[in-house]
């Protein structure tokens, strides 16, 4: 067999027949990496194999039987949440996340589950050898028992043998960078050998019946083959995210066959693994002292649900006449352009001052709900004036220094209110649509940030 060479972008998986710089069609630099081009007859072989053993007679739609799939549910209530309410057979899910931010610790939290369920699980641990897999479950306390299988091979084809004979349903691939089809010449990892290895492995699923779990890694580039280049092929796509240094994690969908992707799960790692969190505002708050300039909660949005989350910052004057501005868990460019707006529409003279500013607990924000808060927290740190302690903000910003109406309100304020807020500043705007009062949370409406900044000023604390 004659071997052709192509490029292959590792970042989205294009294809190039020479080497270029730029990705046309991610834009992506110097992620092109010479791969083997040829038709892998091996693979090939596997997946005819699998196919034609598929019933592939076309039937009338209407006719088509729905019986309600059963679902397996991992008792782990933040990941059953995520993924649409427990785990569909025959489903594939990939599970992405950078090294180290706890892949491995909650596929296997959720394969132990699953097992004590009574169900077969098989998990290929191709990343960490037996014993250092089952010192991890110990340590996460989790008992597997008699229906928790680990092998620790990493060739597909001794994967499928292994699948054949053990008959699970339940197979995990951790990860689905080291796994490899020895008749491809490229290295595990790249683009080819991710995306061969996860097709064949995917097509067994949907043939035998088993939920797939796999594992990728991505970096923060997104550099690595994987996650982006299988997303279409898999059913659901899972993230896990969380800041190194910060022990909260949060788990996210980002495309879900069989549930929303609106919804996420918080976790917290500790020594004996990944705990769920049942109300992240309780915890995002919980260091929060007595008044002090500059901090503010909002009530955001993840998903559906929504958490309250302490913003703060510091206004100083800099040093050498060079001004910074950063921006932890905000977008770096939104607080700029609220700084303008503050200094242009309300006079506040912010142009040589430092700003810092930073959403405690590690969270990232993007709702736009969050910049009346943000403008406040920055003016009320340079003003050295305390937005009352009870109170949460809420409202996006224009640039005018309007306050826009936000989405879904009422979890909003109910949250607020479920955790003792007794005041809520909120755009005027959402006040015209009709909604029920709530009992214990007082509403102030406004409907700029000079309305904002007037109406805390005149608010007595309680
Ligand atoms: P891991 O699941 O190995 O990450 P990944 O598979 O995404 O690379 O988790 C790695 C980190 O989690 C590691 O730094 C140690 C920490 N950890 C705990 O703090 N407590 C625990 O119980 C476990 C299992 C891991
Ligand atoms: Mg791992």
Redesign the pocket.
């Known amino acids: 067999m004659k071997t052709k060479t192509i490029f292959v972008c590792q970042n989205c998986g294009a294809q190039s027949p020479r080497w270029v710089g730029k990705c046309q069609s991610c834009d992506s630099w110097n992620s092109y990496v010479e791969e083997a081009s040829v038709v892998y007859p091996e693979s090939e072989k596997l997946r005819t194999q699998i196919i034609s053993q598929a019933n592939h007679v076309p039937v009338l739609l209407k006719e088509v039987q729905i019986h309600q799939e059963k679902r397996f549910f991992t008792g782990i209530g933040e990941f059953d949440r995520v993924i649409g309410g427990g785990l569909v057979p025959a489903s594939v899910t990939l599970i992405g996340?950078?090294?180290?931010?706890?892949?491995?610790?909650?596929v296997?939290q959720a394969g132990c589950a699953l097992s004590r369920a009574g169900l077969r699980v098989l998990y290929v641990s191709g990343?960490e050898s037996i014993k250092q897999a089952k010192m991890?479950a110990d340590?996460?306390a989790q008992s597997a028992n008699e229906n928790f299988f680990i092998v620790n091979d990493i060739d597909v084809q001794l994967i499928i043998n292994h699948i054949s004979e053990l008959k699970p349903q339940v197979v995990i691939i951790?990860?689905i960078q080291v796994v490899f089809l020895s008749e491809i010449t490229s290295a595990p990892g790249s683009v080819s050998q991710v995306r061969e290895s996860a097709a064949v492995l995917t097509q067994l699923s949907k043939q035998r019946g088993f939920v797939l779990l796999m594992?990728g890694?991505v970096t923060k580039e997104g550099m690595i083959a994987g996650p982006r280049v299988l997303e279409h092929m898999v059913d659901t796509v899972l993230y896990?995210e969380g800041e190194r240094y910060s022990?909260y994690r949060v788990l996210r969908a980002n495309k879900n066959r069989f549930g929303s992707t609106n919804e996420i799960g918080v976790f917290e790692?500790?020594?004996?693994?990944?705990q769920e969190v049942l109300n992240p505002s309780q915890i995002f708050l919980s260091e929060r002292g007595q008044e002090t300039s500059g901090s503010v909660v909002v009530p955001i949005l993840e998903g559906t649900r929504p958490f309250l989350v302490e913003i703060q910052s510091l206004v100083a004057r800099s040093a050498f006449g060079m001004v910074r501005q950063k921006a932890e868990g905000f977008d770096q460019n939104r607080l700029a352009l609220l700084a303008a707006v503050l200094e242009k529409r309300l006079g506040l003279n912010l142009a040589d001052k430092d700003i810092f500013l930073n959403v405690v607990g590690g969270v990232k924000i993007i709702d736009p709900a969050a910049d009346l808060a943000v403008a406040l927290a920055v003016a009320s740190a340079l003003l050295d004036k305390p937005v009352p302690a009870d109170t949460v903000i809420l409202g996006e910003v224009g640039l005018g220094a309007e306050v826009r109406s936000v989405a879904q309100l009422a979890s909003r304020i109910n949250e607020a209110e479920k955790l003792g807020f007794s005041r809520c500043l909120l755009p005027r705007n959402n006040m015209k649509n009709k909604m029920e009062k709530p009992k214990q949370i007082h509403l102030v409406a406004v409907s700029s940030i000079r309305e904002a900044l007037d109406k805390l000023q005149t608010l007595e604390v309680v």
């Not at 996340?97 to 909650?106: F, M, Q, V």
């Open positions: 996340g950078d090294p180290g931010i706890g892949k491995s610790t909650i296997l990343e991890r340590r996460v951790d990860s594992v890694h896990f022990s790692m500790a020594t004996n693994g990944l």
